[in-house]
């Protein structure tokens, strides 16, 4: 499998614009996540599906995020209007994580979306 | 709450050891480790379950005291591919959310 894969790997874009980032999670995991990282808070989870549906959304900074993952293959973070404060590292990670008697396994990363919105 | 890694940064020379600590003010069900380098994804390291024995990874292991909120990673004989930013992942609720930690930058020298 070719990993976790988000697209794009740069985004530069004006304030006020709508932006989509993009992730394709490793075919067979059931765990999505979302995480966003910048040196000052460092690395912030911002929601996780499970089976394509969003568990825990908590750490959405505000309504201008959104995130979709309208199937097993597909995920999406949008951010409508972006402002400056919103330019970070965003991350996506699958885990074939199972509830239950299995043992938790390790969060797989991809290499990240550097947006910078000036 | 985000969990708080102490050391904030070490410097060591290779061959030499290194501690890590990860603390938590919640209860845990699980800790991860992660390594991350400059400009690149982290990538895990290991994984410990409360209740479980103490994990290794080559000459990296780790430990978990659930009556301390903690867990510490320990790195023994270090090289220089071991450089880069330590984070640990914390679940506090079973249900896999896992926090990850302020991280502790290591630079290992020759």
């Known amino acids: 499998d070719a990993g976790v894969i988000q697209s794009p790997r740069h985004e530069v874009t004006e304030m006020g614009q709508e932006v989509t980032l993009r992730c394709k999670p490793i075919s067979g995991h059931d765990y999505l996540f979302w995480y966003r990282q910048t040196m000052m808070r460092g690395l912030e989870l911002l929601i996780y599906f499970n089976n394509n549906v969003p568990i825990d959304d908590s750490g959405m900074p505000e309504d201008r995020f959104s995130a979709k993952m309208p199937n097993a293959s597909f995920s999406t973070l949008k951010i409508q209007p972006s402002e400056p404060r919103d330019s970070a590292v965003y991350f996506c990670?699958?885990?074939?994580?199972?509830?239950?008697?299995?043992?938790?396994?390790?969060?797989?990363f991809g290499q990240g979306t550097r947006l910078t919105v000036v | 709450q985000q969990p708080v890694q102490s050391p904030q940064a070490v410097i060591l020379r290779e061959g030499e050891d290194a501690v890590i600590n990860c603390s938590s003010s919640?209860?845990?069900?699980?800790v991860h480790w992660y390594r991350q380098k400059h400009g690149e994804a982290p990538v895990f390291l290991m994984i410990?379950?409360?209740?479980?024995e103490q994990m290794r990874h080559e000459k990296i292991s780790a430990s978990f005291n659930e009556k301390k909120q903690q867990s510490s990673l320990y790195l023994t004989a270090s090289q220089l591919s071991y450089s880069g930013t330590y984070f640990c992942?914390?679940?506090?609720?079973?249900?896999?959310?896992?926090?990850f930690g302020t991280g502790t930058r290591l630079k290992v020298l020759a």
């Open positions: 410990l379950l409360k209740g479980g």
């Open positions: 919640k209860a845990l069900y699980s």
């Open positions: 992942g914390t679940d506090s609720s079973g249900t896999y959310k896992y926090i």
């Open positions: 990670a699958s885990s074939p994580l199972r509830m239950g008697w299995t043992v938790n396994t390790e969060a797989f």
